[in-house]
């Protein structure tokens, strides 16, 4: 079952414009993961929040993170057309072995217009 | 590109049949999980694999098994292929560790079309 939410499904903005994707969740959590994947190959690592921060940046991205209303927030500013893909966001928790896994929101698809 | 590989890219199947997926890990990495992403959905976990051990499991069926090698590549086997199987198989490569803050590197996926 999915864990996360993403929303919007589907996002179409110009380049230069800055793009904000939410996702929520359900459960407790240890971090939250934002992944990329373009035109349905392999997922690229964006990057990773743990539960006890509110915010990181990386580059042009930026994520926060509200445990209180299990949501996250992932934003690109000065997008690209290069920025075109679907977006997910992962939850990890402890998969009952010994080591974890990511579940994941059905994603949000941002078309970045030239 | 991550080091992560997968084969075959593409692959044709009929209801029934059975099929193996395979893939490698990047180097160094001991833990590799299998997710299952269908079209317009994201990736869901089916297992994964460490020390050539099951090490946790998604809600598959048994007919999904795997296999993970003493070079840590691995094997995802589907035995009874139905129509609902038609994905993108990903494979995802990790260190194992006891926190979660590490990240998975994925494969470029293998899309399996059953008829």
């Known amino acids: 079952s999915q864990q996360g939410e993403e929303d919007p499904q589907a996002l179409s903005i110009q380049e230069g414009e800055n793009a904000t994707m939410n996702c929520s969740y359900k459960?407790?959590?240890?971090?939250l993961q934002w992944y990329r994947q373009n035109s349905g190959r392999g997922l690229v690592h964006l990057i990773l929040?743990?539960?006890?921060?509110r915010e990181k940046h990386s580059g042009r991205l930026r994520v926060t993170l509200d445990t209180s209303k299990k949501s996250s927030s992932l934003l690109i500013t000065a997008s690209r057309a290069a920025d075109t893909a679907s977006y997910f966001c992962a939850t990890a928790a402890f998969n009952g072995g010994s080591n974890y896994k990511l579940t994941f929101g059905k994603g949000t698809l941002l078309t970045v217009n030239p | 590109e991550t080091g992560v590989t997968q084969s075959p890219t593409h692959l044709i199947k009929t209801r029934g049949q059975q099929v193996t997926l395979r893939c490698s890990s990047q180097?160094?990495?001991?833990?590799v999980s299998w997710y299952q992403q269908a079209l317009g959905q994201g990736p869901q976990f089916i297992f994964q694999y460490y020390r050539e051990e099951e090490n946790g499991r998604g809600n598959f069926p048994p007919r999904f098994s795997g296999l993970q090698f003493p070079n840590y590549s691995s094997e995802l086997n589907v035995n009874a292929l139905e129509l609902d199987d038609s994905a993108l198989y990903l494979c995802a490569s990790s260190l194992n560790q006891r926190t979660s803050d590490h990240e998975q590197f994925f494969g470029p996926g293998t899309r399996l079309t059953v008829l």
């Open positions: 180097s160094g990495h001991n833990t």
């Open positions: 459960t407790s959590i240890n971090n």
């Open positions: 929040i743990r539960s006890n921060e």
